[in-house]
């Protein structure tokens, strides 16, 4: 079979208009063959187009002016944590406040002007706290909407501030998830640093536990400081979540021994738990180890994991 012919220059390196390649001197025949990824209609890719991110760059060379991604796409760019079901949707959700967008592979929502828009990689892209409200409409079973909201207000790097969210959350009033949105707001805490820590510390909370610092500094001797992943700080005692590149990482591995050891030194009591610990389990050995430390409250029960 004949090598195809090159393309014109420059059309190589990312993705372009089939009229550009038109224009520069392509032939349709090239533009059809099959050394060519054709992900939208009137766009073709060198490279096929198998990610987000490489499909909404492919999607932004034919994009018109005033519009943005949005929904689950935005969410998805910004880094929110979301089931798997919605990571592998490979449709792009995008917006404008005129007449929504229509093709393959394209979910088009008409939204009143005024929307914030933000770049990622170059892109435009709603603002993340503005993304998570649109969540509401499709992130209803258990707490995935309050998983997602805690990477808003993360640790180490949030994405934005707790008035950002209020103020977000207030332009979504009276729109479908509304109320969901609203009730998933009174869960999130900010410094959580990973979905898994967000899902410790609900159980932590709904079973009548004082509420824990996520993230919360803790001194330690010589003027140090360090962090714990949930801090009970009236009663020194730390409740870890060792997620798997805690074991995977050797450097890591050796420097949260270190860390537990100096936490340890310093009078703290620190209870290590993992994604298969049951959440029975969880609650016994902080019931435990509060009670020890003066608590005087009582779990609510039963809990199963």
């Not at 707001?185 to 996520?214: H, Q």
């Not at 700080?233 to 990482?249: F, K, P, S, T, V």
């Amino acid at each position: 079979m004949p090598r195809p012919r090159p393309l014109p220059d420059g059309l190589a390196a990312s993705p372009f208009r089939v009229a550009e390649a038109l224009e520069l001197g392509a032939t349709p025949r090239r533009l059809r063959a099959r050394d060519l990824d054709a992900p939208f209609h009137g766009v073709r890719t060198v490279t096929p187009a198998n990610d987000l991110l490489s499909l909404c760059r492919a999607y932004a060379v034919r994009m018109p002016q005033g519009h943005y991604f949005s929904h689950v796409t935005a969410a998805r760019l910004w880094g929110l944590p979301l089931p798997s079901a919605l990571r592998g949707d490979r449709r792009l959700h995008v917006s404008t406040a005129g007449r929504e967008p229509r093709a393959r592979g394209v979910v088009g929502h008409r939204i009143a002007e005024g929307a914030e828009i933000r770049f990622v990689e170059e892109l435009p892209v709603l603002a993340p706290c503005d993304a998570w409200c649109q969540l509401g409409a499709v992130l209803l079973q258990g707490d995935d909407l309050v998983i997602a909201g805690d990477r808003l207000l993360g640790w180490p790097d949030p994405l934005a501030s707790p008035d950002e969210l209020g103020a977000a959350i207030s332009r979504f009033a009276g729109r479908r998830g509304a109320r969901a949105v609203a009730r998933a707001r009174r869960d999130i805490r900010a410094r959580s640093g990973s979905p898994r820590e967000t899902v410790v510390r609900l159980i932590v909370a709904r079973a009548g536990f004082p509420e824990p610092e996520p993230n919360g500094p803790v001194e330690l001797s010589g003027g140090r400081r360090t962090h714990g992943d949930l801090v009970f700080r009236a009663h020194r005692l730390l409740l870890e979540y060792d997620g798997e590149q805690h074991r995977l990482d050797a450097r890591r591995f050796r420097r949260d021994i270190d860390r537990i050891n100096d936490l340890q030194d310093a009078g703290w009591v620190v209870i290590r738990v993992h994604a298969g610990t049951p959440h029975a389990e969880i609650i016994a050995r902080l019931d435990a180890g509060l009670r020890a430390r003066g608590w005087e409250g009582a779990p609510r029960a039963p809990w199963v994991s």
